[in-house]
């Protein structure tokens, strides 16, 4: 059931300065949630849950009432419902309704080049700008730093938290591997929040890890480690630090 009043507006009592997750526990590990108006970095290597990790804050967003823009440089639209319903997060009403907007990015038979990439990024800019969402996610973000000069990306993170001043929650994923140290460091300080997404071997088996490195304004500490599995047809399930820990 659509959480939305007959004119499609945001229901009551929802909280002005946290973007949940829809999942309790998941927000009792980050800080209660994520704030709004607010520049998110989800940062990690291949396979380690940055892109689950978005699909349960979409459905958290959703679940509030917030309109959402996805930009997916790794899924179509209909990839990404699937996903969603493989994990019990059925998101289908909100996308017929147009509540959620999926735009795939990864154009086959595209030929960047860094004048195109640079000329993407600013009209992406100007998109969100525009747009009626009040949350944003871009998952993610490392096809165009195989063609774009990494000042150019900087310059977009910037562009992102110019954004978030006039009232935008934008969350960005990235592969660690994309960045050189000096510019990463230069992202992490630019974002309010920062996760960072690992996997560790543990009894023989592979889980994800969440690591909590900053929220601006967290009313609990950060510092955090999230250790969870994904479940076909439940979704994320937290693991106790204790059994994952390595």
């Known amino acids: 059931m659509l959480a939305r009043d007959s004119e499609g507006q945001q229901p009551a009592g929802v909280d002005r300065t946290i973007l949940s997750t829809g999942n309790t526990e998941l927000d009792k ?48 639209s209909k990839s990404f419902l699937s996903q969603m319903e493989s994990m019990s997060l059925d998101i289908s009403e909100y996308f017929a309704w147009g509540y959620l ?6 154009v086959v038979g595209f030929e960047w080049t860094p004048e195109k990439m640079q000329g993407t990024l600013e009209r992406m ?4 700008e525009r747009s009626r969402a009040e949350v944003i996610v871009i998952d ?27 009232g935008k929650t934008i969350l960005i994923t990235l ?21 960072f997404m690992k996997k560790a071997l543990v009894g023989g088996k592979y889980v994800m890890m969440l690591e909590v490195v900053k929220v601006r304004g967290a009313r609990k500490t950060t510092g955090n480690i999230v250790s969870f599995e994904v479940h076909p047809g439940y979704g994320i399930k937290i693991i106790p630090v204790s059994v994952a820990k390595v």
């Open 29 to 76: 590990k980050i800080a209660d949630g994520l704030p709004l108006q607010s520049l998110s970095l989800i940062e990690g290597e291949n396979d380690t849950g940055k892109s689950v990790l978005t699909q349960q804050i979409v459905w958290g967003a959703l679940k509030q009432g917030f309109n959402v823009d996805l930009f997916s440089t790794e899924n179509t």
């Open 140 to 166: 993610s973000l490392t096809l165009f730093t195989e063609y774009a000069p990494q000042d150019t990306v900087l310059t977009f993170f910037t562009n992102c938290k110019n954004l978030v001043d006039h």
């Open 101 to 106: 907007r999926v735009f795939p990015m990864h």
């Open 125 to 128: 800019i100007s998109f969100i």
């Open 175 to 195: 592969h660690t591997y994309a960045f050189v140290e000096d510019a990463l460091v230069r992202i992490r300080s630019i974002c309010d929040a920062h996760l």
